[in-house]
């Protein structure tokens, strides 16, 4: 079965700094991959999602992921955090043959933006 | 509506006791999913609509759990006999299509089990 491994539950950062959250799913079966963001008491908004074509994808706010299908992995970028940034980070793997398209999320990722 | 709401955003129950938890999704979209987030926990799949049929109940955790979506939009999640495990935030979820298009994510139930 396909899992979500999220390596880092927090991570620290100072502002203006670059951040890498990591994202690494267990099958190799074709799939769609997406980054969440949960601000405190909110819902999850989704940040970037990859679908098919070119492995480096574009999202909101500043950030970016890269698909690595030989290390099964899609972490996620941001060349220069913003206190804003704090929140929590969920990488999210959907199965293409599965014919449900639920996804199977990881534990997350706390960022915490320093001053 | 704009997005995806749910109601009550809050429920405190004792053990024992049924409750309703309910979805209304982004108008049109044919796809609702439901997911429990524990805790520190990501969010976990517990059951797919597509239209007004259950296409994928796999993640609900046992048959104190149902869900029903009778019109093909609003649905309603019911627990009976709750537990104290059941504590969590129940998120819906709807998207246009199935086929990798996103999902739009509520603001979530939490409930709380005495």
């Known amino acids: 079965a396909q899992s979500v491994t999220q390596l880092d539950s927090q991570v620290p950062v100072f502002e203006e700094a670059p951040v890498e959250l990591r994202c690494n799913y267990s099958?190799?079966?074709?799939?769609?991959l997406f980054w969440y963001v949960q601000y405190p008491n909110q819902g999850l908004q989704l940040l970037l999602k990859?679908?098919?074509?070119?492995?480096l994808v574009k999202g909101i706010n500043g950030f970016e992921a890269e698909f690595n299908k030989s290390q099964t992995s899609f972490h996620l970028r941001k060349p220069s955090v913003h206190i804003s940034d704090t929140a929590e980070y969920f990488c999210?793997?959907?199965?293409?043959?599965?014919?449900?398209?639920?996804?199977?999320f990881g534990t997350g990722t706390r960022l915490k933006v320093l001053a | 509506g704009a997005g995806v709401s749910q109601t009550p955003s809050n429920k405190v129950t004792e053990k024992g006791k049924y409750v309703e938890l309910r979805c209304d999704p982004i108008?049109?979209?044919?796809?609702l999913y439901w997911y429990r987030q524990s805790l520190g926990q990501g969010p976990e799949f517990l059951i797919y609509f597509q239209g007004t049929g259950a296409a994928d109940d796999s993640g609900l955790p046992n048959d104190r759990f149902f869900a029903v979506r009778p019109e093909g939009s609003v649905s309603t999640l019911k627990i009976q006999r709750t537990e104290r495990g059941d504590s969590a935030v129940y998120l819906c979820a709807s998207s246009l299509t199935t086929g990798g298009h996103e999902q739009f994510f509520g603001p979530g139930t939490r409930l709380t089990v005495l």
């Open positions: 099958s190799s079966v074709s799939v769609y």
């Open positions: 999210a793997v959907s199965d293409r043959d599965s014919g449900t398209y639920k996804y199977i």
């Open positions: 108008s049109g979209h044919t796809a």
């Open positions: 990859y679908l098919s074509g070119s492995t």
